[in-house]
């Protein structure tokens, strides 16, 4: 079965550098979520999209930017990059309306590390 | 974390022993979901449990989900050095016609041979 894709896996940036990452959402999921893993940390929130629209904010720096396209995939800028910037970052997607909100899973992809040099 | 506590933060056995892990969140949820996550890899979805469910069995996996307390706890039986990874569990919750997700942070389990 499709996954979530995002590429890159791995980029490596100097500081005050932008990067970009991509999301691809499992086929007919509406819905799209980021996320900053930083080096032994849980999973941060930063924002989700659902039918292009920002439906949440999480702890996204100013720096960053995001939007979901007409075709569902997602692109998340961060732009002025600094060391601390240095992590994994997951998207993952889901169904908004997943069984009536009760049973909609989120499946994520395998992440894009992003090194800050 | 954003959401809630995982506990213990690291846990170490033998295997074919069995695993218990704990985690507490704060808010009202729909649904609360637990993913392992090996080392540097993505976050692989292991088994949901809904708001009105107690408890649930996925092969050797066995959650249960007390809202009372706020607190669900992972059982995995029999455990193989292949279990060794990290382990959150996620809330689910709509606000606003929005589901709002949150992860604990995350019990890191180690099975030696």
């Known amino acids: 079965a499709a996954g979530v894709i995002q590429s890159p896996r791995h980029l490596i940036k100097e500081k005050r550098e932008t990067a970009t990452l991509k999301c691809y959402p499992i086929?007919?999921?509406?819905?799209v979520y980021w996320y900053q893993q930083g080096p032994g940390q849980d999973p941060q929130f930063l924002i989700s999209f659902y039918e292009k629209m920002q439906s949440d904010k999480g702890s996204i720096p100013d720096r960053f930017s995001a939007q979901q396209f007409s075709d569902y995939h997602s692109e998340l800028n961060m732009s002025s990059l600094e060391l601390g910037d240095s992590a994994l970052y997951f998207c993952?997607?889901?169904?908004?309306w997943g069984q009536g909100f009760s049973g909609n899973t989120i499946y994520f992809g395998e992440g894009s590390w992003l090194t800050v040099v | 974390s954003q959401q809630g506590e995982e506990d213990p933060q690291a846990l170490s056995i033998q295997e074919g022993e069995n695993a218990t892990m704990n985690c507490s969140y704060k808010?009202?949820?729909?649904?609360l979901q637990w993913y392992r996550q090996n080392s540097g890899r993505g976050l692989v979805h292991l088994i949901l449990?809904?708001?009105?469910?107690r408890e649930k069995h996925s092969g050797r996996l066995r959650v249960t989900l007390d809202t009372s307390k706020k607190s669900s706890s992972l059982l995995i039986t029999a455990s193989r050095a292949a279990d060794t990874a990290s382990y959150f569990c996620?809330?689910?919750?709509?606000?606003?016609?929005?589901?709002?997700?949150?992860f604990g942070s995350g019990t890191k389990l180690n099975v030696k041979p």
């Open positions: 808010t009202s949820i729909n649904n």
């Open positions: 086929p007919r999921h509406d819905t």
């Open positions: 993952a997607s889901s169904l908004r």
């Open positions: 449990i809904r708001s009105n469910e």
């Open positions: 996620a809330t689910s919750a709509v606000l606003y016609n929005f589901n709002k997700f949150y």
